[in-house]
Nanobody, 123 residues
Framework: VQLQASGGGLVQVGGSLRLACVAS????????VGWFRQGPGKEREFVAA????????KYADSVKGRFTISKDNAKNTAYLQMNSLKPEDTAVYFC?????????????????WGQGTLVTVSS
């Protein structure tokens, strides 16, 4: 499975971006999709996840109410809508897939990873 993340860029504080993750050689219809991020000098951290049927959605506390995860199984594409962006959201954002529906916040549970897309929030 190959994952391609896109949609990153430079945005001002309070702005919005929508990231997309396209899967090839696999499908999102039977997998959990997660978004993680890695800021400068930081470890990769969980952002959001959505299970294969769209019913299990989880967010990190730091993004709740601002970010929305979704996916379109027909297009094999997952999205991360990011609103009210803050400087601390600056990071490389990665999408990943997991066959598990529990503990979807755990990085170790994901088998395939995309290459990442850079989001920079300027103040």
């Amino acid at each position: 499975v190959q994952l391609q993340a896109s949609g990153g860029g430079l945005v001002q504080v309070g702005g919005s971006l929508r990231l997309a993750c396209v899967a090839s050689g696999g499908t999102f219809s039977t997998n959990t999709v997660g978004w993680f991020r890695q800021g400068p000098g930081k470890e990769r951290e969980f952002v959001a996840a959505i299970t294969w049927n769209g019913e299990g959605i989880k967010y990190a506390d730091s993004v709740k109410g601002r970010f929305t995860i979704s996916k379109d199984n027909a297009k094999n594409t997952a999205y991360l809508q990011m609103n009210s962006l803050k400087p601390e959201d600056t990071a490389v954002y990665f999408c990943a897939t997991s066959r598990l529906v529990l503990s979807t916040h755990r990085r170790a549970n994901y088998e395939y990873w995309g290459q990442g897309t850079l989001v920079t929030v300027s103040s």
